[in-house]
């Protein structure tokens, strides 16, 4: 008997694949175990989840088109669609996540030439990039979470929250395209003995400057879909009105309602932004692309009027 | 400037590259090439040729204070150290070293950075004189139609304009050109050759060039010298033709 089993053991012992199975498996069941999940709890659920079915359908779209006299900071509209806590709400969370996107990027741009190690000297690059790290540990939530104790309820909470993360995140992302960039560039600006800012400023981040408008896009994407959870610790937002109905009313169908509307705002501006953003990784292409310079500063080095006495 | 043995020549022809029995490479144990002694003068143009991988590349670099040297001493524009002053040291790499993307104004304008003031590079404002100066040069190199092109939609010859262009706004004391000059056709690289003749000619600088073919940088070159079994040689036409070094040869047929 002893041998039969030993004798399986080591054929489980010999396949990967069966052995990393057996080993996956058991541990799962270890931690369910441990963790007292049970099939009869996931059960349990169903008759919940048919109550919050029957009440969340129909979504109460009146939340498109109701005034809230309630909306934090207060609405002055005329309109009451411009005015509903659908319209409020979502427009609050794209406004939160376009600043902390334009913030986190004028912040994580300098930290992210520091933690790049081929600008920057290493005691400086590691460093740098423990502290990116380290913006990185808490999510957006914690962070509104604390800025909503320190600043109080409101959009400036989220604001700081996601300018937090998105630095944390985007500054990652960023000293990982500075160091992609081709070394000779830089070689010349070290040569001309420029300074180690200059180097960065003018030869690896226009030479990045495609990856990092794209990853800017990515970011702003990303914290449209991220600004919504923040407002449930009262960082503004839709996430915010959502829980206004949430607790204690446990108005399910205009939750619903809420959370179609977010849903379709994203899928349009993923939308957006993967066309917008193809444009800038697309090394194929012989068309033109726009350049990092004439979107943020909208001139030429050589200057506009120069051009025109060119010709 | 206080070197006395480095000014014996006349004042006009200042040394701006001297290397004493350099050793140059990555490993102190198996160093690239051993013993150099060269000197570049202000006006001289000096060829450099040798097989691929042999070390030409990292001599130039060595040269640029981007390498430093494992022996012996690198001396670049009259200072004692290996750091030149600001603006004094012009690179141009094998790749050129053009940020991708980018408009020829744009990378040319790169050339005037070391003269630039803080204030100036800080806002990345550039004075008016700096604009005029880029639009200059674009125009001696023949690119005034491009100004405003990215570099990548040039032809490789184009490119290389650009890149001496920067080279020329810099105006530095050595200029170091790594391949400048390699598949291009004989009426490009006569112009580039043209080129390089001028910045030595008219704007004194010291040109270290490195070329594939040995005969062609005897054709524009004061000096031509080769690498060869870690020494660098004069360059000698009949002792290339010769058996011993079949490679040269060929390439210079």
């Known amino acids: 008997m002893s041998e039969r089993f030993s004798k399986t053991l080591r054929q489980i012992s010999q396949r990967p694949i069966l052995r990393a199975t057996v080993i996956l498996s058991i541990v799962t069941l270890l931690i369910t175990n441990h963790l007292q999940i049970t099939i009869w709890k996931l059960l349990d659920g169903w008759s919940n989840l048919k109550k919050l079915g029957s009440e969340?359908?129909?979504?109460?779209?009146?939340?498109?088109?109701?005034?809230?006299?309630?909306?934090?900071?207060?609405?002055?509209?005329?309109?009451?669609?411009?005015?509903?806590?659908?319209?409020?709400?979502?427009?609050?969370?794209?406004?939160?996540?376009?600043?902390?996107?334009?913030?986190?990027?004028?912040?994580?741009?300098?930290?992210?030439?520091?933690?790049?190690?081929?600008?920057?000297?290493?005691?400086?690059?590691?460093?740098m990039r423990q502290v990116l790290a380290a913006m990185r540990v808490l999510p957006s939530l914690i962070w509104a979470l604390i800025f909503v104790i320190i600043v109080g309820i409101g959009p400036l909470a989220g604001v700081l929250a996601m300018t937090m993360y998105t630095v944390g995140y985007l500054g990652k992302m960023q000293y990982e395209a500075l160091e992609g960039v081709s070394k000779e560039p830089l070689e010349v600006a070290r040569a001309m003995g420029l300074p180690r800012w200059q180097v960065a400023r003018f030869f690896a981040i226009p030479e990045a400057s495609n990856a990092l408008i794209s990853q800017m896009l990515f970011m702003f994407e990303y914290?449209?879909?991220?600004?919504?959870?923040?407002?449930?610790?009262?960082?503004?937002?839709?996430?915010?009105?959502?829980?206004?109905?949430?607790?204690?009313?446990?108005?399910?169908?205009?939750?619903?309602?809420?959370?179609?509307?977010?849903f379709v705002v994203v899928v349009i501006i993923d939308q957006i932004s993967l066309v917008v953003r193809r444009g800038f990784i697309d090394d194929t292409s012989n068309l033109p692309r726009p350049r990092w310079r004439d979107i943020l500063l909208m001139r030429d080095p050589v200057g506009t009027e120069s051009s025109e006495s060119l010709d | 400037m206080g070197k006395a043995g480095m000014m014996t020549a006349k004042d006009s022809n200042p040394v701006r590259l001297h290397l004493a029995d350099a050793t140059i490479g990555f490993d102190a144990v198996s160093p690239l090439i051993e013993g150099v002694d060269l000197t570049i003068r202000a006006g001289e143009i000096v060829g450099l040729t040798g097989r691929s991988g042999i070390g030409k590349t990292t001599l130039l670099r060595t040269a640029a204070g981007l390498v430093r040297p494992l022996g012996g001493s690198v001396e670049c524009c009259c200072t004692a150290d290996t750091r030149a002053d600001k603006g004094a040291i012009g690179l141009i790499p094998q790749r050129l070293g053009l940020v991708q993307h980018q408009t020829v104004g744009y990378n040319v304008l790169m050339g005037a950075l070391a003269g630039a003031s803080f204030l100036e590079t800080a806002f990345s404002l550039p004075s008016k004189r700096m604009r005029e100066e880029t639009r200059a040069v674009i125009e001696e190199v023949g690119l005034t139609e491009k100004t405003l092109e990215s570099v990548n939609r040039l032809s490789g010859g184009q490119q290389r304009r650009v890149a001496i262009a920067r080279a020329m706004l810099q105006e530095p004391d050595l200029l170091l050109a790594d391949e400048c000059l390699g598949e291009l056709d004989a009426e490009t690289a006569r112009g580039i050759i043209d080129l390089f003749r001028h910045m030595a000619e008219d704007h004194r600088m010291a040109i270290l060039i490195v070329d594939h073919n040995p005969v062609r940088a005897k054709t524009f070159c004061d000096r031509v010298y080769q690498l060869r079994g870690r020494r660098l040689i004069p360059f000698d036409e009949d002792e290339a033709s010769s058996s011993t070094l079949p490679i040269i040869a060929e390439g210079s047929v």
Request: proline share 7%; glycine share 8%.
């Open chain 1, 223 to 262: 914290n449209v879909r991220h600004g919504s959870v923040i407002g449930l610790v009262g960082a503004g937002g839709i996430g915010w009105y959502m829980n206004h109905y949430l607790t204690p009313f446990q108005l399910y169908d205009k939750v619903l309602a809420l959370i179609v509307v977010m």
């Open chain 1, 56 to 127: 969340a359908f129909p979504p109460d779209f009146t939340v498109l088109t109701e005034r809230a006299g309630w909306t934090h900071p207060p609405c002055t509209f005329e309109s009451d669609i411009l005015c509903s806590p659908a319209v409020v709400g979502m427009t609050q969370t794209l406004e939160i996540a376009f600043l902390a996107t334009v913030f986190g990027m004028l912040l994580s741009l300098p930290l992210a030439a520091m933690a790049a190690s081929n600008l920057s000297p290493y005691w400086l690059s590691q460093s």
